[in-house]
């Protein structure tokens, strides 16, 4: 089955910096997306990519995907306190495109 | 709008007794309906999905069931609950394909 595995575990930088997660996975895929969760709340989805897109913009969001690779990342730039939470990329499970596997995540957190 | 509901919100059983959690859906026919689980800092792992009343897939078998009596219920339950069934469970629906999922906001269970 797909696997999304993200890196790093845990991420900690200051406010104002930019903050880069990256997610590998194994096999083919037509679409990644990416999630965040706050601590003891639920999952938001952030983003969607699929995989004849390569670079995707939402605000201060940047998703780049490389289907050569099996590899995705997600960039936020001029981090804030309140993006402290739990980023999570999702890769397909099938082709039907109803079901995925989350990776085990990436902690953020970024100091005031 | 769509919205989703869980409850209850905390719950704490002792070993051996049974659950009963629930998860409703507004604003939408037909969704597709998950039950995750997620052990503290880790990823999320599928549980159940359906795909209309009464089709129930199970991907992970344990003491664990789901049903969906209506379109928009989800229902997640346990005869007897073990100890390593502590975690904080998430509900979540989607319609599209791909499939951007939304979450509920989640039931912390804890078994003593």
């Known amino acids: 089955s797909q696997q999304g595995e993200e890196d790093p575990q845990a991420l900690s930088i200051q406010e104002g910096e930019n903050a880069t997660m990256n997610c590998s996975y194994k096999t083919s895929i037509n679409n990644l997306q990416w999630y965040r969760q706050n601590s003891g709340r639920g999952l938001v989805h952030l983003i969607l990519?699929?995989?004849?897109?390569r670079e995707k913009h939402s605000g201060r969001l940047r998703v780049t995907l490389d289907t050569s690779k099996k590899s995705s990342s997600l960039l936020i730039t001029a981090s804030r306190a309140a993006d402290t939470a739990s980023y999570f990329c999702?890769?397909?499970?099938?082709?039907?495109?109803?079901?995925?596997?989350f990776g085990p995540g990436t902690r953020l957190s970024v100091l005031p | 709008s769509q919205t989703i509901h869980q409850w209850p919100a905390t719950l704490v059983q002792p070993v051996g007794s049974p659950l009963s959690l629930e998860c409703t859906v507004e604003?939408?026919?037909?969704?597709?309906l998950y039950w995750y689980r997620q052990a503290a800092g880790r990823g999320l792992q599928l549980l159940f999905y359906?795909?209309?009343?009464?089709?129930i897939s199970s991907e992970v078998p344990q003491n664990l069931s789901a049903s969906r009596p209506q379109d928009r219920q989800f229902i997640l339950s346990s005869k007897k609950l073990l100890l390593s069934d502590s975690g904080f469970y998430l509900c979540?629906?989607?319609?599209?394909?791909?499939?951007?999922?939304?979450f509920g906001p989640g039931t912390r269970l804890t078994v003593l």
């Open positions: 359906s795909v209309g009343i009464g089709q």
């Open positions: 979540a629906w989607s319609q599209t394909s791909p499939a951007e999922q939304f």
């Open positions: 999702a890769t397909p499970r099938d082709n039907y495109g109803q079901n995925f596997v």
């Open positions: 604003g939408t026919s037909n969704p597709n």
């Open positions: 990519i699929r995989s004849n897109e």
